[in-house]
């Protein structure tokens, strides 16, 4: 008889958010760490994310279609961006660029993900990914000053070497960590259609 414990996301409807950072490519062992824990991971990736790791990768490990393009409707009788903001159980944003962390934090909605995230009403997680020196800037401060505000849940990021050569704060949250938090988040969390 199997003792294994189920995750709290098993079942659950993920949308994971890639923005364009060096880090973009852990984004392929979450998605697949979190679809071996039987969740629905649906890859929402922006144009900065595909300059790092492509489209085709995180399908082949989500196992669902990866949306990028907010322009391209495939089903007349859906708005793609508004149906995956309902499906969702958990927005989890991973890495998020302090672009993306700006355009959640002043409702800016120029893609997929961040008109997605305006629509959406389950909870958020952030893991943030970037320059050290980005991270604290005052901007990026108050912009997750804001999200912390309405209640979005952050992650990281850690301190350690950085691609762009800084040793600092600004590293992507290591995936167990991030997967954690993750089912931290889902347990006893009402499920979509009951938003
Ligand atoms: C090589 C390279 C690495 C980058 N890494 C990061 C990063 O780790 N975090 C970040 O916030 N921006 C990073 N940027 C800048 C973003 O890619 C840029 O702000 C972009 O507009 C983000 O778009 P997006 O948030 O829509 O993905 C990087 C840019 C380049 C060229």
New binding site residues.
Partial sequence: MSTAVRSPLAGKNIVLGI?????AYKAADLASTLRQLGAEVWPVM????K?FVTPLTLQAVAHHPVAHDLWSEEDAGTVAHVALADRADLLLVA?A????IA?FAHGLAP?FLTSLYLVCRAPVLIAP???GK?WQHAATQANVATLRQRGHAFIGPEDGMQ??GYEGV?RLWPVAGIVAEAERLMVGSPPAGMR
């Avoid at 923005?19 to 880090?23: D, L, Q, T, V």
């Avoid at 922006?46 to 994310?49: P, V």
């Avoid at 660029?97 to 993306?100: E, G, K, L, P, S």
């Fill in positions: 923005a364009g950072s060096i880090a922006t144009d900065g994310a300059r890495p660029t302090a672009n993306v355009q893609d990914a970037m320059n980005m691609a762009c600004g």
